[in-house]
């Protein structure tokens, strides 16, 4: 039995399979700290993989990365912005509701204003919550744009102000 269990030193893995058991066995490793980037080198010096290819990934990697974060702030910024509008179709569908029942109920305005506003407010929901395609690229191309004016606007407000 422990013949079957001992690792077959002819076993031939592919290079997805080597990343797989790589990526486990670090995932599994209790390292109490972070790697540093002339460890991240050592590693690959070990693994005979050149240290030219290594910058090539990392800088892949820290582009990756910050395509994400500016995802991520996109997203975060999308559902704040549907939270305001959710509230405030709460606040105002609710004043209405009220104001039409002190009223009486002999036609129900109200509702009509809100199953059409409610309409709306569910497309809006549908399109923030649908993170993909070309109407979400867009919207995000859109959102990075008035980002970077705005940073750039607020940069040259800055030296302006403290000249």
């Not at 910058?55 to 500016?70: I, L, R, V, Y």
């Not at 549908?126 to 004016?149: C, I, M, P, S």
């Amino acid at each position: 039995m422990a013949n079957s269990e001992a690792p077959n030193d002819k076993q031939i893995y592919s290079q997805e399979e080597v990343q797989q058991i790589l990526n486990l066995a670090i995932a599994q490793h209790a390292y109490a700290g972070e790697f540093s980037r002339t460890q991240l080198l050592d590693i690959a010096q070990d693994l005979a993989i050149p240290a030219a290819i290594v910058q090539q990934a990392e800088k892949a990697w820290m582009q990756s990365n910050d395509e994400n974060q500016k995802r991520e702030a996109f997203n975060l910024h999308r559902r704040a912005d549907l939270k305001r509008k959710v509230g405030r179709f709460s606040i105002i569908n609710g004043s209405l509701i009220l104001l039409n029942g002190l009223m009486g109920f002999g036609f129900p305005w109200s509702l009509y204003i809100l199953l059409f506003w409610g309409l709306f407010l569910g497309l809006k929901t549908w399109n923030v919550l649908h993170l993909g395609g070309d109407a979400y690229e867009k919207a995000f191309q859109r959102w990075y744009r008035t980002h970077q004016v705005r940073s750039v606007v607020n940069r040259w407000l800055d030296r302006f102000l403290s000249a």
